[in-house]
């Protein structure tokens, strides 16, 4: 059999397998964190909330994330990729179970917080995983491919909510219990893949790694050999390599970025109905539907090859701008929102979409396997701590400053995202996973 390296071998039926399993995840992260916009009108009717508790609402989940990013990127990093895999999921849908069975405002908080620490696990071992199979030409396309996945169920818990909102008037716990179906669907389908050939090198498991690759891909490969320090470390060793020079720069960027992407989207798309009404717009709830759909203008282009036609780099750049642009309109709209306004929002949803394909490409490329996983948990981690923060300040900044003056605030925030990119984000597009590993940030 032809030797040759995991980022030149040629796609297969596994690694399309793979990469549709591995989206399972990011599908049900999105449908999870989504459905909560559907319903949140219905909550703070149901449970009279003011602005604060409906933030807390929106934020609980994504603080949970926080949680479950650090913890399942250390464990993935120390007890790999697979048991987490599917044990994570096992949490999805037992989480989900539960809300349906859910009565008092106070459990509800605790659930979404228990069913973000999943979702946050699922980030790291998911990419590291998809990473770490997935031939050079791929990768990008197939990391993409999995915020692809994660906007498919956004926008299906906005189709689905709607509809049981249509057909169930005033049932939340059915609304946010349907997420139990995906989460088991997914929960079968994972069973029986295998260890990430990469991390059971990088443990020293090279046999192991060998037999996996001529199982799944019925081929030999050429390893390149891990770290030996890093190999022979615990969580610590992996703490420390990950915060030294080499590495703290990237970790500042991919947070830098992520944190400023996610802070301003999530908030906007979760109380994205109740903005709109406040801009008086007729029926908030089905156009805050209309204009989540149309997330896929942006991502299925950068999925489909642009994020390698064009590069890693300048798709961030521009995608930042774009948004920023997008917000700044609607900020100095003279009127009360109309058609131009939801054009605006389309922009936003569209590019925002495009940008997030990054999310799970730069931290994944820029890391070595032995605290690719840390990185990816530290840095969504962030990320959702922030936009956990922006999600519970919108509704209050609406309440006391008005939409306009709210959205320039998130406004000026990708302004930062523009300018952070422009200075320090590298271009890994061609690159083998050795070679985006050793970029430094100056």
Partial sequence: MEVRTLDDIPASAFHLRLALIAGGGPFCDGYILGIIGVVLPLLVSSFHLGANATGLVGAASLAGVFVGGLAGGVTSDRFGRKILYTVNILMF?????????????????????????????????????????????WRGPALSGLITFWWLGYVCSFIIGYAL???????????????????????????????????????????????????????????????????????RQVMALLCSPRYRGLLLFVSAFWILQSAPAFSIHTLQAQILAQMHLTNPVLAACVVT??????????????????????????????????????????????????????????????????QFVYPNELFPTEIRGTAVGFASSVSRLGAALG??????????????????GAFALLALGALISWRWAPETAGLSLSQASHITLS
């Fill in 165 to 235: 909102l249509s057909f169930f008037p005033g049932n939340w716990q059915l609304i946010l219990g349907s997420s139990f179906v995906p989460s088991l669907f997914l929960l079968l389908c994972r069973a029986g893949m295998p260890e990430s050939p990469l991390w059971l090198l990088s443990v020293g498991r090279a046999a192991e790694a060998r037999h996996i690759v001529k199982t799944f891909l019925k081929m030999d490969v050429a390893f390149e050999a891990p770290s030996p320090t890093v190999a022979a470390g615990g969580i």
């Fill in 93 to 137: 849908t037992v989480f989900s179970a539960a809300q349906f069975f859910c009565a008092s405002f106070t459990g509800l908080l605790v659930w979404r917080f228990l069913i973000g620490i999943a979702i946050g696990a699922d980030y790291p071992i998911a990419t590291a995983y998809v990473t770490e199979f997935m031939p050079r030409r």
């Fill in 293 to 358: 759909c149309f997330t896929f203008l942006g991502i299925l282009p950068v999925t489909f090859g642009l994020i390698n036609k064009i590069g890693r780099r300048t798709l961030l750049i521009w995608t930042f701008v774009l948004a920023a642009l997008s917000l700044l309109f609607i900020v100095v709209w003279p009127g009360q929102a109309g058609w131009a306004v939801l054009v605006a929002f389309i922009v936003y949803s569209a590019v925002e979409a495009a940008g997030s394909g990054l």
């Fill in 391 to 408: 999600t519970f300040l919108l509704p209050v900044g609406v309440a006391h400053f008005g939409v306009q003056a709210t959205l320039f």
